[in-house]
């Protein structure tokens, strides 16, 4: 009877030595598990704001990076953030503007009524303007852009069609005049789908501008060599099949990199 209870109690000592933690993980490859003797290190601290904790790191940055960042969303995303609290309501009123127009073309009324009301209650300065050419002719147009929300522009986009928007008129019509208001402050500007008459480009002056696109635009020879000199910093510069010259001659010590596609070139 001994030797059977001292067999079975062999058998548990076995069994238990089996099942302990290091044993499970040096049969796993893991290496020992803890003993009672080693120190866990504690748990990393909560990140601020979780739990309902602290502030969270975005609104603790200063009103200026904020509407930085608000200024570079597209214009409904950027409109929206004046849900999440009476602070976001006031900065994107006075963030830099970037109001894309496109997505309300299909609707006439909507889009005048809703332009109409960002140009109104938005404080400005303007970064972004974006509008296809053939959509910005008549009074109110005019009045957008005149709008004190637009000083001091950054970009601006006379874009030219594009197949998800209604089609552009056959004929090309020059940009309305208060769109080069903004010669002064203008760092990039695509021009599209519209006829650049020489009295108007021998009045412009862009002393800031560092990329120019001219797409679909119609163009003499002697107004394109004149507006490229026209900019002083110019630094990119793409020609999109656009007519109305039979050459292109670049005479300009600041560009850096030039694209062009003059598959319909005519005189």
């Not at 006439?108 to 109409?116: C, E, G, L, M, P």
């Not at 119609?218 to 107004?223: G, L, P, R, V, W």
């Amino acid at each position: 009877m001994e030797m059977e209870a001292a067999g079975r109690c062999s058998r548990k000592r076995k069994s238990a030595e089996l099942g302990s933690p290091e044993v499970g993980a040096a049969s796993e490859g893991r290496g020992p598990g803890p003993t009672a003797g080693d120190q866990v290190p504690p748990p990393p601290p909560p990140l601020p704001g979780a739990e309902g904790g602290g502030s969270d790191r975005i609104s603790d940055l200063p009103d200026a990076v904020l509407g930085e960042i608000i200024s570079l969303l597209p214009t409904k995303e950027g409109a929206r953030t004046q849900v999440l609290a009476s602070r976001w309501r006031r900065l994107w009123r006075s963030a830099p503007l970037n109001l894309d127009c496109r997505p309300y073309l299909f609707d006439k009324d909507a889009r005048d009524a809703i332009i109409s009301r960002i140009l109104a209650i938005h404080q400005g300065p303007g970064r972004r303007f974006c509008a296809p050419v053939y959509h910005l002719h008549g009074h109110r147009a005019e009045a957008w852009l005149r709008s004190p929300a637009l000083d001091n522009l950054h970009e601006l986009e006379l874009c030219s069609y594009h197949p998800r928007f209604p089609f552009p008129p056959e004929t090309q019509h020059p940009p309305p005049a208060a769109a080069f208001r903004f010669s002064d402050t203008l760092r990039v500007a695509t021009i599209g789908e519209c006829h650049l008459t020489d009295s108007t480009v021998q009045a412009l002056l862009f002393p800031k501008l560092q990329k120019l696109a001219l797409k679909r635009v119609s163009i003499s020879e002697t107004s394109l060599h004149t507006l490229i000199a026209a900019c002083p910093a110019l630094e990119c510069l793409l020609i999109h099949d656009s007519t109305g010259f039979r050459c292109v001659r670049i005479n300009s010590s600041s560009i850096r990199s030039m694209g062009t596609l003059l598959s319909t070139m005519s005189a």
